[in-house]
């Protein structure tokens, strides 16, 4: 059993649900909203920087900072049309509201790219690889993973501690009447958080294309990986997710190797016997319901 | 309006004359409809009527008991292959098999009923959802569920072959009107239990957990039997949908599914049994019938086409239904939320009150 080689694609896939499930977090952190479209609106994004490249021949670097900025105004769009005139929502109303848009953007996807796979390639390959320490074989998108999680996690700490804008989403996210009162426009930190998670998921599902075939349905899978990484770290807590995603990623891999044939489950079956002994998940603060 | 002055108001089954009168009739047209309707509508029918089964069920569990499931394509799953398996491996009679197969699905609910009691909001969700992707991969893995290729759907052997009384149906019209008498008796059991002390007891659960338990309301037993109730329906939903569709493998059971499901009690109404049938009929109508074929709708079809050849690919315009169930559920969500029977409600009272 190659035990180094699993950790390091377990763990870079796992850095990849924990920065897809940060995209679900930070969203559920400010405005209490499961997104269930967070993997279509990524996947949308993703075929913005495909037709970029084959239709326009743009360079890559400029695809995809389009592409950051169409999922900024996709996520704010979502937002404002379709989240924001929703009056008194419950729990269920909000998935349907949000599953609603992961159909729509799908149906869109397919309609004007076709529902069959595109060959799409990324400047780092996952079979190019490097091995520092024997028996650890690093691949080059391995790498470029960890450095973009690395990279967004620093920016994420310091961009909620040190920033004005940052402390603003904090305050929202723990009294919104609260925040209101003290002059924070609550309603521009939605549009916020949405566009900023929009982001982050377009990252992170640029860097799962490498590992399948783009199609209107490709982020289906890793969306509700990234879910149920989100939920084990609590749904709550940044560091909380990544931990999450990795302990998915390293699970699936594992069990993958073990058996093969059970691998798209094994991970979600831990996560519910996790689930069962605490039930909001591995670091949530202690949950208290209000009555 | 809807006040109710003694206990036998609330329990009895048709609350005025004019609701009598219009069930006889709906009654007429539904055993009547072979007589008029061409054999796709009757597939579309038999369809609509497996999902109003379980949009029933699923109303028990999400709109009266106020438990998020997105894994019923699962239970749905075990309906179909248990009743189909018990048949052709074991010889059961048909309506021995279809009811214990809705035993085994009702058996797999109170399993699932049981991490419920301590989940709730995203993480029940995720429990479910992880149910119905668990039994979709274990039905693809092994073999004496056909793997991957799927089953076939025997003969549909109403009587009991091993004592030489067989009686087959073939044609739709049979299976029809088999279906509609599974329908208008699950229904009615339907709007009993919701009348019972179970169904006082969901709907206190939904309101809140914490104040039923409170008033003594056992939770343990009325979420297992919520859930188990609920995937009772849809085992014999799912057995049922065997013989509507003959062949079907594990793909067919995909958390799209589920989400069909939750999709046509939403839109249907959260809570109400005739919520649920007209929110199952108009969804299956629209994914099965109207989308499916989008191109031969008059003036609509040919303008998408146009669209579709000037800037978007033709081939993708069969993909048309995700975009209009998505605008349904979204619009169902922001301009009435509690679907088709919350509008039947408002113009009820607007009519009632008329000129004042």
Same mark, same amino acid.
């Given at each position: 059993?190659? !035990?180094?080689?699993?950790?390091?694609?377990?763990?870079?896939?796992?850095?990849?649900?924990? =920065?897809?499930?940060?995209?679900?977090?930070?969203?559920?952190?400010?405005?209490?909203?499961?997104?269930?479209?967070?993997?279509?609106?990524?996947?949308?994004?993703?075929?913005?920087?495909?037709?970029?490249?084959?239709?326009?021949?743009?360079?890559?670097?400029?695809?995809?900072?389009?592409?950051?900025?169409?999922?900024?105004?996709?996520?704010?769009? !979502?937002?404002?049309?379709?989240?924001?005139?929703?009056?008194?929502?419950?729990?269920?109303?909000?998935?349907?509201?949000?599953?609603?848009?992961?159909? =729509?953007?799908?149906?869109?996807?397919?309609?004007?790219?076709?529902?069959?796979?595109?060959?799409?390639y990324l %400047?780092v390959s996952y079979k190019v690889t490097?091995?520092?320490?024997?028996?650890?074989i690093?691949s080059e998108w391995?790498?470029?993973?960890?450095?973009?999680?690395?990279?967004?996690?620093?920016?994420?700490?310091?961009?909620?501690?040190?920033?004005?804008?940052?402390?603003?989403?904090?305050?929202?996210?723990?009294?919104?009447?609260?925040?209101?009162?003290?002059?924070?426009?609550?309603?521009?930190?939605?549009?916020?958080?949405?566009?900023?998670?929009?982001?982050?998921?377009?990252?992170?599902?640029? =860097?799962?294309?490498a590992k399948?075939?783009?199609?209107?349905?490709?982020?289906?899978?890793?969306?509700? @990986?990234?879910?149920?990484?989100?939920? =084990?770290?609590?749904?709550?807590? !940044?560091?909380?997710?990544?931990?999450?995603? &990795?302990?998915?990623?390293?699970?699936?891999?594992?069990?993958?190797?073990?058996?093969?044939?059970?691998? %798209?489950?094994? &991970?979600?079956?831990?996560? !519910?016997?996790?689930?069962?002994? @605490?039930?909001?998940?591995?670091?949530?603060?202690?949950?208290?319901?209000?009555? | 309006?809807?006040?109710?002055?003694?206990?036998?108001?609330?329990?009895?089954?048709?609350?005025?004359?004019?609701?009598?009168?219009?069930?006889?009739?709906?009654?007429?047209?539904?055993?009547?409809?072979?007589?008029?309707?061409?054999?796709?509508?009757?597939?579309?029918?038999?369809?609509?009527?497996?999902?109003?089964?379980?949009?029933?069920?699923?109303?028990?569990?999400?709109?009266?008991?106020?438990?998020?499931?997105?894994?019923?394509?699962?239970?749905?799953?075990?309906?179909?292959?248990?009743?189909?398996?018990?048949?052709?491996?074991?010889?059961?009679?048909?309506?021995?098999?279809?009811?214990?197969?809705?035993?085994?699905?009702?058996?797999?609910?109170?399993?699932?009923?049981?991490?419920?009691?301590?989940?709730?909001?995203?993480?029940?969700?995720?429990?479910?959802?992880?149910?119905?992707?668990?039994?979709?991969?274990?039905?693809?893995?092994?073999?004496?569920?056909?793997?991957?290729? +799927?089953? $076939?759907?025997?003969?549909?052997?109403?009587?009991?072959?091993?004592?030489?009384?067989?009686?087959?149906?073939?044609?739709?019209?049979?299976?029809?009107?088999?279906?509609?008498?599974?329908?208008?008796? $699950?229904?009615?059991?339907?709007?009993?239990?919701?009348?019972?002390?179970? +169904?006082?007891?969901?709907?206190?659960?939904?309101?809140?957990?914490?104040?039923?338990?409170?008033?003594?309301?056992?939770?343990?037993?009325?979420?297992?039997?919520?859930?188990?109730?609920?995937?009772?329906?849809?085992?014999?939903?799912?057995?049922?949908?065997?013989?509507?569709?003959?062949?079907?493998?594990?793909?067919?059971?995909?958390?799209?599914?589920?989400?069909?499901?939750?999709? $046509?009690?939403?839109?249907?109404?959260?809570?109400?049994?005739? +919520?649920?049938?007209?929110?199952?009929?108009?969804?299956?109508?629209?994914?099965?019938?109207?989308?499916?074929?989008?191109?031969?709708?008059?003036?609509?079809?040919?303008?998408?086409?146009?669209?579709?050849?000037?800037?978007?690919?033709?081939?993708?315009?069969?993909?048309?239904?995700?975009?209009?169930?998505?605008?349904? $559920?979204?619009?169902?969500?922001?301009?009435?939320?509690?679907?088709?029977?919350?509008?039947?409600?408002?113009?009820?009272?607007?009519?009632?009150?008329?000129?004042?």
């Amino acid at each position: 059993m190659p !035990v180094g080689q699993l950790l390091i694609e377990g763990l870079a896939m796992g850095a990849c649900y924990g =920065l897809f499930g940060l995209a679900v977090v930070i969203i559920y952190k400010t405005s209490e909203v499961i997104n269930f479209a967070a993997g279509e609106m990524a996947m949308f994004s993703t075929y913005i920087v495909f037709h970029m490249l084959t239709v326009y021949n743009c360079p890559f670097w400029l695809a995809f900072l389009m592409a950051l900025v169409f999922a900024a105004i996709l996520g704010v769009l !979502v937002q404002y049309i379709f989240l924001r005139p929703a009056k008194n929502p419950t729990l269920l109303g909000l998935i349907v509201i949000t599953l609603g848009v992961e159909m =729509l953007l799908m149906g869109l996807a397919s309609w004007k790219w076709g529902a069959e796979g595109q060959a799409f390639y990324l %400047p780092v390959s996952y079979k190019v690889t490097y091995e520092p320490i024997s028996g650890f074989i690093v691949s080059e998108w391995a790498m470029a993973v960890f450095i973009t999680a690395a990279v967004i996690m620093a920016f994420l700490y310091f961009f909620f501690k040190h920033t004005k804008l940052g402390t603003a989403m904090r305050a929202t996210q723990q009294n919104k009447h609260a925040a209101k009162i003290m002059g924070i426009q609550t309603d521009m930190i939605f549009a916020f958080a949405w566009a900023f998670s929009s982001v982050i998921g377009v990252i992170a599902a640029m =860097l799962l294309s490498a590992k399948a075939i783009l199609d209107p349905q490709f982020m289906m899978e890793p969306f509700l @990986r990234a879910f149920a990484a989100a939920v =084990l770290g609590g749904l709550m807590s !940044v560091p909380g997710v990544l931990i999450g995603g &990795a302990i998915m990623g390293l699970l699936e891999n594992f069990f993958g190797y073990a058996w093969p044939a059970w691998k %798209p489950i094994t &991970a979600f079956v831990v996560i !519910v016997l996790v689930l069962c002994v @605490r039930p909001s998940g591995l670091f949530a603060k202690h949950y208290i319901k209000k009555v | 309006m809807d006040m109710k002055r003694a206990y036998y108001e609330d329990i009895e089954l048709f609350k005025s004359g004019v609701i009598i009168f219009w069930t006889i009739s709906l009654m007429i047209v539904l055993f009547t409809i072979p007589l008029y309707a061409s054999n796709y509508y009757l597939y579309l029918f038999n369809l609509i009527m497996v999902h109003v089964i379980i949009a029933v069920g699923l109303n028990i569990l999400v709109g009266s008991t106020g438990q998020i499931s997105l894994g019923h394509a699962g239970f749905f799953a075990i309906g179909a292959y248990a009743t189909v398996l018990l048949m052709t491996k074991l010889q059961v009679p048909f309506f021995a098999a279809i009811i214990i197969a809705a035993f085994i699905s009702a058996f797999f609910g109170f399993i699932l009923g049981l991490p419920a009691l301590r989940l709730e909001g995203p993480y029940l969700t995720i429990a479910t959802l992880a149910f119905g992707l668990a039994i979709m991969h274990i039905i693809g893995h092994t073999d004496i569920f056909g793997g991957r290729t +799927g089953l $076939m759907a025997p003969p549909l052997d109403v009587g009991v072959p091993k004592l030489g009384w067989s009686w087959i149906l073939k044609t739709d019209v049979s299976k029809y009107y088999l279906i509609l008498i599974f329908t208008i008796i $699950m229904v009615l059991v339907a709007i009993n239990i919701l009348k019972t002390k179970a +169904g006082r007891a969901f709907v206190a659960i939904r309101d809140s957990d914490i104040a039923a338990e409170v008033i003594g309301i056992n939770l343990t037993i009325y979420k297992t039997l919520s859930f188990a109730v609920s995937a009772f329906y849809a085992g014999i939903a799912g057995g049922l949908f065997a013989f509507v569709l003959g062949f079907f493998d594990p793909v067919t059971f995909n958390l799209l599914l589920s989400i069909y499901f939750l999709v $046509m009690i939403v839109v249907g109404g959260l809570g109400s049994v005739m +919520g649920s049938i007209t929110g199952a009929a108009f969804i299956t109508y629209l994914m099965y019938a109207l989308f499916k074929n989008v191109r031969e709708v008059p003036y609509l079809g040919s303008f998408l086409v146009t669209i579709s050849e000037r800037w978007l690919t033709i081939t993708g315009l069969d993909n048309m239904s995700a975009i209009a169930l998505g605008l349904v $559920m979204i619009g169902i969500m922001l301009f009435e939320p509690l679907g088709i029977f919350g509008a039947w409600i408002r113009v009820k009272k607007y009519w009632k009150t008329w000129p004042f």
